[in-house]
C-alpha cells in the first residue's frame, strides 16, 4: 500500500510491542517513519526492534505505564531526541470479563485506568511533543465502544471505555483542529492477536461467524487504515471514528 507519511520524523506508539501495535510500527518503519515504542516497562520489546534494524530507521523505547500521567509526559517528550514528532498511535489495552454484579470497585478502575485514562494521557504527552508543529493522532478504540459484544463474558468497563475513546477522540481532534492536529479513532472489529489468541477456539469461531465477512481480521488489516488516517491522504479528516470489523456493526 502506498501511503503518504513524512519521512524522518517520529511517531508514538503505544502498545507497540506486540499486537495491533506492533504491526502500525512495523508498517511505520517500513515507510521510514521513526518508531518511539511505548510500553509496560517489563515488556518484550525485541520485535520492534529488530523491524528497525532490519529496515535501517531510527526506534526509541519508551517504558513507562500508560497509567501514570507523569511517567508517560516524561519518556514521550524524549522521543523528540530522535526527530519531529508527527504521529502517534495509541493501541495500549487490555480486556477485562465479568458480569457487572461481581465487578469490583479495583476491577473497573484497573480496566478503565488503562483504556481510557491512558489513552488520554498519552494524547496529552503527544500533543505537548508535537511542539505546536501539527500532527496526527490515531487511538485505538473499538467495536465494543459502538456495540454490546454477543456471545462473550459480559466486559461493561471495557466497553464502557472504549465508547470513552471514541468521544475523547472527537473532543480533542475538535480542540485541537486549529493548530494542525487531527484526532481520529480506529474501532477494530475481532482481531487475531495475544489478546483473543487464548479464547478457546469455538470462541473464535463464533467471533468469525458473526461477522460478515466470515472472519476475523489480521492485525496488518488494522494497521493499514491507521496508517491511512495518519498520512495526507486523510488531510481533512479528523474528529472521527473509522470502523474496521469486516461489517460487524451493521447488521
Ligand atoms: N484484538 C482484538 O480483537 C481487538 C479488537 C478491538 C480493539 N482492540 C484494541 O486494540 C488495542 C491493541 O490490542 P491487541 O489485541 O494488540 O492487544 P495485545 O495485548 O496484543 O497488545 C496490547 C499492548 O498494550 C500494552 N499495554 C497494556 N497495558 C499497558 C499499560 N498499562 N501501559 C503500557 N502498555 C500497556 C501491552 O504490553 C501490549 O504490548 C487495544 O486497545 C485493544 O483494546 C483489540
Redesign the pocket.
Known amino acids: 500500500m502506498t501511503v503518504a507519511l513524512e519521512q524522518g520524523v517520529v511517531a508514538v506508539v503505544?502498545?507497540?510491542?506486540?499486537?495491533?501495535?506492533?504491526a502500525v510500527a512495523q508498517r511505520l518503519l517500513g515507510n521510514g517513519v521513526k518508531v518511539a515504542c511505548?510500553?509496560?516497562p517489563d515488556?518484550d520489546y525485541s520485535a520492534v526492534q529488530s523491524a528497525a534494524s532490519s529496515y535501517g530507521v531510527e526506534c526509541a523505547i519508551l517504558r513507562?505505564?500508560?497509567?501514570d500521567q507523569t511517567a508517560v509526559r516524561q519518556v514521550v517528550l524524549t522521543a523528540t531526541e530522535i526527530g519531529p514528532v508527527r504521529y502517534a498511535v495509541n493501541?495500549?489495552?487490555?480486556?477485562g470479563l465479568a458480569p457487572s454484579d461481581q465487578v469490583t470497585g479495583a476491577e473497573w478502575k484497573r480496566v478503565v485506568?488503562?483504556?481510557l485514562d491512558?489513552v488520554f494521557f498519552a494524547c496529552q504527552a503527544e500533543h505537548e511533543a508535537m511542539r505546536g508543529a501539527g500532527g496526527s493522532i490515531v487511538n485505538?478504540?473499538?467495536?465494543?465502544g459502538h456495540i454490546v459484544n454477543r456471545g462473550v463474558d459480559p466486559h461493561v468497563a471495557?466497553g464502557a471505555a472504549?465508547a470513552g475513546v471514541i468521544h475523547l477522540s472527537k473532543g480533542l481532534g475538535v480542540e485541537w483542529a486549529r493548530e494542525g492536529v487531527r484526532v481520529n479513532s480506529v474501532?477494530?472489529?475481532?482481531?487475531?492477536?495475544?489478546?483473543?489468541a487464548h479464547n478457546a477456539p469455538e470462541v473464535n469461531a463464533t467471533f468469525a461467524r458473526q461477522t460478515p465477512m466470515g472472519r476475523?481480521?489480521q492485525?496488518d488489516e488494522?494497521a493499514d487504515p491507521v496508517l491511512f488516517l495518519l498520512g495526507t491522504g486523510a488531510a481533512f479528516i479528523t474528529a472521527t471514528d473509522l470502523r474496521v470489523d469486516g461489517g460487524f456493526t451493521a447488521w
Do not use: F
Request: charged share 20%; aromatic share 4%.
Open positions: 503505544t502498545g507497540g510491542a506486540r499486537g495491533i501495535g506492533l511505548l510500553d509496560r515488556a513507562a505505564d500508560v497509567r493501541c495500549a489495552g487490555i480486556d485506568d488503562v483504556d491512558g485505538i478504540a473499538s467495536m465494543s471495557y472504549k474501532s477494530p472489529g475481532y482481531v487475531h492477536t495475544e489478546l483473543t476475523m481480521a492485525v488494522i
